[in-house]
């Protein structure tokens, strides 16, 4: 069974979280980036790095991707979350401009 394709540059930006690279996380990220978890917004890269730092990579985060959708301008990507915070599923909807992500955000 093959994975969900999952469209550049989110491919690249999951890559990193999967291989714990937090400076290739923040970087694709654009300089007003956002992170909405579960309606907690960081914005930017200094926010959105003491997040990841105390919920996501610092926790050793890892997403399996269960399933990739369109929905309007909006990539949702569906996953199974590991490590060592929350594990369980969850969908990461990205905003994406360019080759950057504008807004992530975090659902069940």
Known sequence: MTSPTVPHPLDRLLAAVNAGELDAFLDFFTD?????????EFRGRAAIQGWSDREFLG??????????????????????????????PSDFAFQV????????RITG
Do not use: I, P, Y
């Not at 007003?32 to 907690?40: A, E």
């Open 59 to 88: 926790s050793a985060v890892t997403l399996k991707v269960t399933g990739v959708a369109q929905n309007g301008a909006e990539v949702v990507v569906s996953t199974e979350v590991g490590g060592n915070g929350f594990n369980g």
């Open 97 to 104: 401009d360019g080759d950057r992500v504008r807004r992530m």
């Open 32 to 40: 007003d980036g956002v992170v909405d978890d579960w309606g907690r």
